[in-house]
């Protein structure tokens, strides 16, 4: 049975900073592309990262460039995006999602990923 659980979520406050962590089961990620999506209240959801097979390619959300990091740790079978400078406007439920990768890339586009977490929320406020 595959599954994705995000943690590390929680309260911070602005300029805060914050782990999340996405451990799969049920597969190996070595072959598999990963993905770090958003969604606040009234708003679709958003990709914030990815990173391919390779960790080498990654790509971000331009409000998030320079503040978060996205990387992976295959042998552990867990994903990571930390998440520096937090501002108010990042506060959302944060997914991570996955899908087989038949080259090192990745993409940021929501439809493209096969297997989602249950999500973690992100509040960032004073």
């Known amino acids: 049975q595959l599954e994705l659980v995000e943690s590390g979520g929680g309260l911070v406050q602005p300029g805060g900073s914050l782990r999340l962590s996405c451990t799969v089961s049920g597969f190996t990620l070595d072959d598999y592309a990963i993905g770090w999506f958003r969604q606040a209240p009234g708003k679709e959801r958003e990709g914030v990262s990815c990173?391919?097979?390779?960790?080498?390619?990654?790509h971000y959300l331009h409000s998030v460039k320079g503040r978060f990091a996205i990387s992976r740790d295959n042998a552990k079978n867990t994903a990571y995006l930390q998440m520096n400078s937090l501002k108010p406007e990042d506060t959302a439920v944060y997914y991570c999602?996955?899908?087989?990768?038949?080259?090192?890339?990745?993409?940021?586009?929501?439809?493209?990923?096969?297997?989602w977490g249950q999500g973690t929320q992100v509040t960032v406020s004073s």
């Open positions: 990173i391919g097979t390779n960790d080498e390619n990654t």
């Open positions: 999602a996955t899908y087989k990768s038949h080259d090192n890339m990745c993409v940021r586009s929501r439809w493209s990923y096969d297997y």
